[in-house]
Nanobody
């Protein structure tokens, strides 16, 4: 069992920055690929970014490419999402996700989810 706890969400003005953290406990963090998803009211959950177990490979949705950076520190059992140049359309609940060894590309078949953290970007 893996427990994921997100933090770092909040209210920020457009153009601002936030850094989300996802702290993992339980089983060995380094064997899990990690991802960040978001879900806005009335919309489906969508992938924002993903990172491989070692951190060597990453993926970004087109909507955040060049503005968001995903990273991980396996020694600290933590994944991060640095969000810069935030836009009102980035407003959503952000979730971190873990999948055993397999690179995350979809919200389906995720092994573990965090509880989510709200990000609100005002215009």
């Amino acid at each position: 069992q893996v427990q994921l706890v997100e933090s770092g969400g909040g209210l920020v003005q457009a153009g601002g920055s936030l850094r989300l953290s996802c702290a993992a406990s339980g089983r060995t963090f380094s064997v899990y690929a990690m991802g960040w998803f978001r879900q806005a009211p009335g919309k489906e959950r969508e992938i924002v970014a993903a990172i491989s177990t070692s951190g060597a490979n990453t993926y970004y949705a087109d909507s955040v490419k060049g503005r968001f950076t995903i990273s991980r520190d396996n020694a600290k059992n933590t994944a991060y999402l640095q969000m810069n140049s935030l836009k009102p359309e980035d407003t959503a609940v952000y979730y971190c996700a873990a999948k055993y060894r397999v690179f995350i590309t979809t919200h389906k078949n995720i092994d573990y989810w965090g509880q989510g953290t709200q990000v609100t970007v005002s215009s």
